[in-house]
C-alpha cells in the first residue's frame, strides 16, 4: 500500500467498509450515455504551444460536450475575453472555438495566453492555457565576412549564427550553385549550425561557404554572406606570409605534419547537459586531429540503452530518445588517431516536467454513494498539486463537508442529488504543467446495455473470443452472463468476464457456439441483451505446392487444396515472389491449381498460394527452377550426403555447440539440417530429435540436460528427402544438477473408505538430472491449517495414506529430488480420500399426478456430508402394483427403475398405465454405491383412454346384412364405457359413401347389421371408450352378397393387347398402300382403294357400349392400402358420383380418424375429376378376386 493511502486511512472513517466501492470507481471509467444529465467535458482543445502563421487566420479550438450543451466563454492573458466585441473574431456556433481573422491587422495584437470555459448547470470546465505566438523569421544581421587563409592539416570553424527565429530554423550549408556540401567524418555540422573541418584539405579551398537557415512556419529561406577560405601549404605559406598578414585573418597552429586529436567542442575535460524526461537527449563531441579521429561513446558505470540509441553526424552526436530518469550519468566521448586518444566527459542531469501516473477520470455516482478523485503525478522537482471546482481554487469554493482534500486526493462522501460538479487538478514545477477535468455526476439510473443487441462474433477455433457488453447505469451494474440462457458463467479456466463487462473466451471452440446473454443489474433495474458466437473452422493448406524443376517450354503445376470452414467464403490469391502474377495468359489460376504454360527463364521464382476467408488466412510456397531443354541427361536430383567432422566446442553443463561440414547436396538445395542425440546413460540405441537450423548453417548453439551422456548426429534435408545419418560425435556428460521439474499427472483419489492413493507419472532417467531420484509425498487436510504431514518413497508412482476420514478434500503435491538436491516448490492439487455407502434416505417424498401416464416426484435432498462421497444423483424405484379394477396385486409386473443426476430434489416418471396402483422408493448414489431406500409411497394414476378391441371379425354375409364381433380391449385403462361403430359403404369406383355410427353397450361383442345393399363392400371401424375418450381404432371390410342377376362383366377389348396390336398392323397395311397408289398414280395408272376400304371393313373397331356394372380389381389383405384395379375411361378421367358432396377420398397413408361430422378422413381413391367426355369409355378384364367375390 502506498504512503498516500496509509495517510488517507487515518483519518477518513470507515474507510476498509468502502474500499470495494471506491476501487470500483477508480479501475472503470464510465461513459455516460448523452441523453442523460452530465456537466460537460473538454473533448478537444488546441496545443498549450500554437504557433501561428500570419499569413492565415488563428484557430483556437475548444469543443466539448454534456447535457444540457454546454456554453463557452473565454479568458485572455487572465481576464475575460469579451467575444462580441470584436469584429474579427468569430466563436463557431455550437463550439467555443475560435476563429481571428488577422488580414490587416497586426498579428501581435492577438498573442498571448487564452483559456475557454465550458458551463452548464450541472458544473464547469476549463481547458489548458494555451499560448499563442506569431511565427518569426527575421533577417540576417548585415555583417562583412573576413576571408580566410589558413595552412593545410590545422582545424576551422566557420560560424553560421542564424538569426532567432520562431520555431528556430533548420540550418545547411551550399554552395552559389545551391549544391549541398558533402559532410563526412572530417568536415561535420554541429547542432548550432557552425561548420567544423577537423583538418582542412587543399580541395577545402572555395570562396562560396554560404549558411542557409529555413524557417518552417513561412516556409522562407535566407542566408548568410558568402565566406571564402584558401587553404595553403607549408612552402606556400612562407612565400606570402607577409602579405597575407596584411590583409586578411591568418590560422596556423604550426603543425608539424600528423598530430594528436584535440576537443574542438565541447572544450575542457568536462561539461554539463540537463534534459526532460521524454524528451531526446543530444550530445555532441566534435574533435580535430590529422589523421582525423575516430569518435565513440560510453556510459561510465551502465549500458547504452540500445532501442533508443542511435548515432549521427558520423558518430559526433549521440541521441537517446524518450529519456527517463535512469538516462541520467556520465557519458564519455573518445576521439582517437594513430597518435593518440583523447575524452570528454558529460554529465548528464535528467529532470522532468509533470507526468501522469494517475489521472482523476470521472465518476458516475447515486445519492448516498462514496467516490473519489486522485490525482497521481510525477516529475523532477515534485510538482504541487493545486484542486479547482467549476474553475475555482477549492479553497475559495463553498464549503461542501461531503467533500475531504489530502494532496493528490478528493473523496466524496455520502453525496446527493445536485451536488454534481467537475473538479480540476493542477500540477506544476518549473518545467511545466498538467490539468485535467473530471466531472462527478451524481444520477440515480436504472441499467441500460449500451452493446447493440443481436450482434454476431465469429472467430476461428482455438483462438480468444470477446463478447462485449458495455452498460451504464448508476449504481454502476453488476454484469452476469448465461449462454443458451441457462448456463451461468463464471470466472475460471475456460471464461474471464472484464470489469467494463467484456466475457472473454481463452481457446474459443465449436461447442462454445451459441447464444450468450448478459444482464446488467443494479437495485433500480435490470437489462438484458443477447449476442451470439460463432466459431468457425480454420483454413488449413492440406496439400502444399511442390517444388518443380521444368524444363523451358514445358509446363509446370502448382496444387494447393485447402480446408476451410464451408460458411466462409474463400478466396485463393496466387504470388509470384511476392509480388501479383505476371498478366500473362501463360498463367491459368484453377480452384485448387495454379498452371504456367510454356514456362520461360523469367517464370523462374518462388509461388506463394494464399487462401484467405474474412476470420483468416493460410499460406504456402514452393520454387519453380527452368533448366535447358535438351536432348542431354536430365540433371539429377537427389538427396544429399551426410555431413562429416562433426565437432563440440564452448562446453558448458547446460549447452554446446556443435559444428560440422555439410556434405554434397546433390543439385537441391539443402533445406536445414536436423540435429539428434543418444542417451547413453538411459536411453542408449534411441536417437531423439533435438532441434533444426537452416540450411545454410555449419553450427548449432545446443541446449544441453544434466546426467546426461549425449552423442550427437546431423541429417540434411533437400526438396528431394533427408540424407542418412553422420557419424556420431565424441561423447559429451553433463554433471548431475537438482532435478528441474517434478512430477506430472498428480493425482488423489480414495479407494477405500478411509485411504487416499497419491499417484503421479514418474520422471524419467533423462529429466532425473542426477541418481538417487525419489519422490517427497506431502499431504494435508484442506481447509484445516494443520502442517504437511510427508513421505519419501523412490521407484513407485503412488503412495497410499491409510486412517483418515471418509470423502474428504486433501492438498496434496509430491516434489522430485534426488542425490544434488530438490526440485522446484511443487504445485498443489487437490484430492479426496475414498467413498462409502450414503447413510441417510431422501424425505418427504410426494407424488404429484399429471395425468394418466405421468407422474412427479418430490423428496427432500439429503445432507452432503450424509452421502460420504461424491454425489451422482437420485434412484427412483417404482412398479406397478395393480389396476384399480383388479382386487389382487400383479406378481409378474416388473420394477422399473429411475437415476436423476445431480443435486436434485425432483423427477418425472413418463409411460406410467392409466387406472393403476403404483408404489415407489427412493435411494441417493454416490461413486461407490446406494444408500437406504425411502418410506415407500404408492400413488394412482387416473383413468386413460382404452387400448383398441382386441380383434374385430365379420360373420354371416348375407344379400342385404352381415354379423360383426369383437373382443374387449386387452387394456381399458378405465372403467369401459361402450363402443363407437361406425361404417360406409365403398363403390365400384372406390368412393366412400355416407358415414353412420353407431354407440354401443359395454357389455356388446356382437352386431347384426342389416338393410344393407347387396354386393357392396363395406369398410368398418370400431373403438372403445371410457370417460377420457375413445380409444385407437380397428377396422376390417367385407362384401355383401351378389345378387345373381347382375350381368357379367364385358370386357373392353380397347384395353386389351390382341387388339392394339391388330390394330397397329393395320395402320401399317393402309400406309403402305396409300405409298403404292401414289407411285401408281405417277405412272398414270389407277387403284381402287375406296372400294378396296369398303370391302374390308373391320367390325372389331366400331365403339362399343360402356358397363357401368363391372367392378374394379381390390385387395382386402391390407386395411390402410389403396384400393386397385379403380376404372379409369380412355381419356384419363374419372366421373364423380352424384353424391360427391359425402364422400372423401381414401388413400394410403390415411389415419382412421373421423371428423366432427363422422365422416371417414383421408384419400381413399386417387384424385377424381368432373367427366368432360361421356364416350369412348372402356373398362378393364375382370380379375380374379373380383369373381371370388361375386359368388360370396
Known amino acids: 500500500m502506498d504512503p498516500t493511502t496509509e495517510r488517507n486511512m487515518k483519518w477518513v472513517p470507515g474507510f476498509g467498509a468502502m474500499l470495494l466501492v471506491l476501487l470500483s470507481h477508480v479501475t472503470s471509467a464510465l461513459e455516460v450515455p448523452l441523453d442523460l444529465p452530465q456537466p460537460p467535458t473538454i473533448t478537444l482543445q488546441s496545443p498549450k504551444d500554437y504557433i501561428f502563421d500570419p499569413r492565415e487566420n488563428i484557430v483556437i479550438h475548444c469543443e466539448a460536450k454534456g447535457k444540457p450543451n454546454p456554453s463557452f466563454s473565454w479568458t485572455r492573458n487572465g481576464t475575460h475575453f469579451d467575444v462580441e466585441k470584436d469584429s474579427k473574431v468569430l466563436m463557431k456556433p455550437g463550439s467555443g472555438t475560435l476563429v481571428i481573422d488577422i488580414s490587416g491587422e497586426k498579428a501581435e495584437a492577438y498573442e498571448g495566453t487564452y483559456q475557454c470555459t465550458a458551463h452548464n448547470e450541472h458544473g464547469t470546465a476549463v481547458s489548458n492555457n494555451i499560448v499563442i505566438r506569431q511565427s518569426r523569421s527575421p533577417l540576417w544581421s548585415k555583417e562583412r565576412n573576413e576571408a580566410i587563409t589558413v595552412q593545410m592539416g590545422v582545424s576551422l570553424v566557420l560560424q553560421c549564427r542564424p538569426p532567432a527565429g520562431l520555431p528556430p530554423p533548420v540550418i545547411f550549408w551550399m554552395d552559389n550553385n545551391f549544391q549541398k556540401l558533402q559532410l563526412d567524418q572530417r568536415v561535420s555540422q554541429a547542432l548550432n549550425g557552425d561548420l567544423y573541418f577537423s583538418n582542412v584539405l587543399r580541395e577545402d579551398t572555395r570562396s562560396d561557404y554560404i549558411c542557409y537557415a529555413r524557417f518552417p512556419h513561412t516556409q522562407t529561406i535566407q542566408q548568410k554572406q558568402p565566406i571564402s577560405v584558401t587553404v595553403l601549404d607549408m612552402e606556400t605559406m612562407n612565400e606570402t606570409v607577409a602579405a597575407l598578414y596584411n590583409i586578411t585573418e591568418f590560422y596556423s597552429d604550426s603543425p608539424e605534419g600528423v598530430r594528436r586529436p584535440g576537443f574542438m567542442m565541447p572544450l575542457g575535460p568536462t561539461s554539463t547537459k540537463m534534459v526532460l524526461r521524454g524528451e531526446t537527449l543530444e550530445l555532441e563531441c566534435i574533435a580535430e586531429g590529422l589523421p582525423t579521429p575516430e569518435m565513440s ?30 538516462d541520467g550519468g556520465n557519458y564519455r566521448c573518445t576521439a582517437a588517431n594513430n597518435l593518440g586518444t583523447v575524452h570528454h566527459i558529460i554529465k548528464v542531469t535528467v529532470k522532468a516536467a509533470p507526468f501522469w501516473v494517475s489521472a482523476p477520470r470521472n465518476l458516475v455516482l447515486a445519492p448516498n454513494e462514496t467516490g473519489i478523485l486522485t490525482c497521481r503525478v510525477s516529475g523532477e522537482p515534485k510538482p504541487k498539486i493545486s484542486w479547482f471546482v467549476n474553475g475555482v481554487p477549492i479553497e475559495n469554493a463553498p464549503e461542501d463537508h461531503t467533500r475531504k482534500v489530502d494532496d493528490d486526493t478528493v473523496i466524496l462522501s455520502n453525496v446527493q442529488s445536485g451536488s454534481s460538479a467537475v473538479y480540476q487538478c493542477n ?26 443487441p443481436n450482434q454476431v462474433y465469429q472467430v476461428i477455433t482455438n483462438n480468444p473470443a470477446l463478447l462485449h457488453c458495455s452498460s451504464f447505469g448508476s449504481p454502476i451494474p453488476t454484469i452476469t452472463w448465461f449462454k443458451d440462457s441457462q448456463i451461468s458463467i463464471k470466472n475460471g479456466d475456460l471464461y474471464v ?29 435490470i437489462k438484458e441483451n443477447h449476442v451470439f458466437l460463432e466459431v468457425k473452422e480454420s483454413t488449413r493448406i492440406l496439400k502444399q505446392p511442390e517444388y518443380k524443376v521444368v524444363q523451358r517450354g514445358m509446363s509446370a503445376v502448382f496444387e494447393c487444396k485447402v480446408k476451410h470452414d464451408p460458411s466462409l467464403v474463400p478466396t485463393m490469391t496466387w504470388l509470384k515472389d511476392s509480388g501479383e502474377l505476371p498478366d500473362d495468359e501463360r498463367f491459368e489460376v484453377d480452384t485448387d491449381s495454379l498452371t504456367v504454360k510454356h514456362v520461360t527463364d523469367e517464370d523462374e521464382g518462388t509461388y506463394t498460394c494464399i487462401m484467405n476467408t474474412t476470420l483468416d488466412h493460410d499460406s504456402a510456397s514452393a520454387m519453380l527452377t527452368v533448366v535447358e531443354a535438351t536432348p542431354t541427361p536430365a540433371i539429377v536430383y537427389e538427396k544429399p550426403d551426410p555431413p562429416t567432422d562433426l565437432e563440440l566446442t564452448d562446453q558448458t553443463d547446460r549447452s554446446v555447440q556443435l559444428s560440422w561440414i555439410p556434405g554434397d547436396d546433390h543439385n537441391s538445395p539443402t533445406e536445414k539440417f536436423l540435429i539428434q542425440y543418444e542417451d547413453l546413460l538411459h536411453q542408449p540405441g534411441l536417437w531423439i530429435n533435438l532441434t533444426d537450423v537452416g540450411g545454410t548453417s555449419t553450427t548449432a548453439q545446443l541446449n544441453l540436460s544434466p546426467f546426461v551422456y549425449y552423442s550427437f548426429r546431423v541429417l540434411a534435408q533437400n526438396p528431394v528427402g533427408y540424407s542418412s545419418p553422420s557419424q556420431p560425435s565424441r561423447q559429451y556428460r553433463t554433471n548431475p544438477a537438482a532435478p528441474d521439474e517434478n512430477p506430472s499427472d498428480v493425482r488423489g483419489v480414495g479407494t477405500e473408505s478411509d485411504n487416499l492413493v497419491i499417484s503421479w507419472t514418474p520422471l524419467t532417467g533423462f529429466q532425473s538430472n542426477g541418481p538417487g531420484l525419489e519422490y517427497k509425498v506431502l499431504w494435508r487436510q484442506k481447509d484445516m491449517d494443520g502442517d504437511w504431514l510427508s513421505k519419501n518413497v523412490a521407484n513407485v508412482s503412488h503412495f497410499v495414506v491409510t486412517g483418515i476420514p471418509t470423502f474428504v478434500p486433501f492438498e496434496i503435491k509430491v516434489q522430485a529430488m534426488n542425490d544434488y538436491g530438490s526440485g522446484p516448490e511443487p ?54 402394483e395393480r389396476g384399480l379394477h383388479e382386487t389382487e396385486k400383479m406378481m409378474d409386473e416388473e420394477e422399473q427403475v429411475l437415476t436423476f443426476s445431480g443435486n436434485r ?16 422408493f427412493i435411494r441417493v448414489i454416490n461413486s461407490k454405491g446406494e444408500g437406504p431406500q425411502s418410506p415407500s409411497k404408492t400413488f394412482e394414476t387416473p383413468e386413460g383412454v382404452p387400448g383398441p378391441p382386441s380383434f374385430l371379425k365379420v360373420l354371416n354375409p348375407s344379400l342385404d346384412s352381415l354379423t360383426l364381433e369383437w373382443g374387449p380391449p386387452m387394456n381399458n385403462n378405465g372403467r369401459l364405457a361402450g363402443y363407437t361403430l361406425k361404417y360406409q359403404p365403398v363403390n365400384t369406383t372406390n368412393e366412400l359413401g355416407p358415414v353412420k355410427v353407431m354407440t354401443l353397450m359395454a357389455n356388446e361383442t356382437t352386431i347384426t347389421l342389416s ?70 398414280r405417277n405412272k398414270g395408272g389407277k387403284y381402287p382403294v375406296k372400294e378396296k376400304e369398303d370391302a374390308h371393313q373391320d367390325p372389331e373397331i366400331q365403339p362399343m357400349k360402356e358397363d357401368d356394372g363391372t367392378f374394379g380389381e381390390y385387395s382386402d389383405t391390407e386395411d390402410h392400402k389403396p384400393l386397385k384395379g379403380s376404372r379409369t375411361p ?20 390415411g389415419d382412421g380418424q373421423f371428423n366432427e361430422d363422422g365422416s371417414f378422413i383421408g384419400q381413399y381413391s386417387g384424385k377424381k375429376e368432373k367427366d368432360t367426355h361421356e364416350g369412348n369409355e372402356s373398362s378393364e378384364a375382370p380379375s380374379p378376386v373380383n369373381a371370388m367375390n361375386s359368388f360370396v
Not at 514545477?429 to 466531472?439: I, P, R, T, V
Not at 380412355?1130 to 397413408?1149: A, H, I, P
Request: charged content about 20%.
Open 297 to 326: 561513446w560510453q556510459k561510465d558505470g551502465g549500458e547504452l540503452p540500445s532501442s533508443r540509441t542511435s548515432f549521427e553526424n558520423f558518430k559526433k552526436t549521440l541521441k537517446i530518445s524518450d529519456v527517463n530518469e535512469a
Open 497 to 525: 468476464i472484464h470489469e467494463n463487462g467484456t466475457l472473454e473466451i481463452h481457446v474459443a471452440q465449436s461447442l462454445n457456439s451459441g447464444k450468450y446473454t448478459c444482464i446488467a443489474t443494479n437495485n433500480l433495474g
Open 827 to 880: 504445485e498443489v492439487f487437490i484430492g479426496h480420500s475414498g467413498e462409502d455407502l450414503p447413510l441417510s434416505a431422501p424425505e418427504s417424498v410426494q407424488v404429484m399426478v399429471h395425468n394418466s401416464t405421468l407422474a412427479e416426484v418430490h423428496w427432500e435432498p439429503v445432507s452432503f456430508p450424509s452421502v460420504r462421497g461424491k454425489l451422482q444423483g437420485y434412484k427412483v424405484y417404482y412398479h406397478r
Open 905 to 920: 430434489s425432483e423427477g418425472r416418471l413418463p409411460g406410467l398405465q392409466p387406472y393403476s396402483l403404483y408404489k415407489l
Open 1011 to 1080: 338393410n344393407l345393399n347387396s354386393s357392396m363392400l363395406y369398410k368398418f371401424y370400431l373403438s372403445a371408450k371410457t370417460i377420457k375418450g375413445s380409444g385407437p381404432i380397428i377396422t376390417e371390410e367385407a362384401f355383401t352378397v351378389m345378387d345373381t342377376a347382375v350381368p357379367s362383366r364385358q370386357v373392353d377389348i380397347a384395353t386389351q393387347g390382341w387388339f392394339i396390336g391388330l390394330m397397329c398392323a393395320i395402320a401399317l397395311l393402309i400406309l403402305v398402300l396409300l405409298i403404292v397408289c401414289f407411285i401408281k
Open 427 to 452: 500540477a506544476s514545477n518549473e518545467f511545466g504543467y498538467l490539468m485535467a477535468n473530471a466531472f462527478v455526476s451524481v444520477l440515480a439510473e436504472a441499467p441500460r446495455v449500451l452493446t447493440p
Open 1130 to 1149: 380412355s381419356n384419363g378421367t374419372v366421373r364423380r358420383d352424384e353424391s360427391d358432396d359425402s364422400l372423401v377420398d381414401y388413400g394410403e397413408g
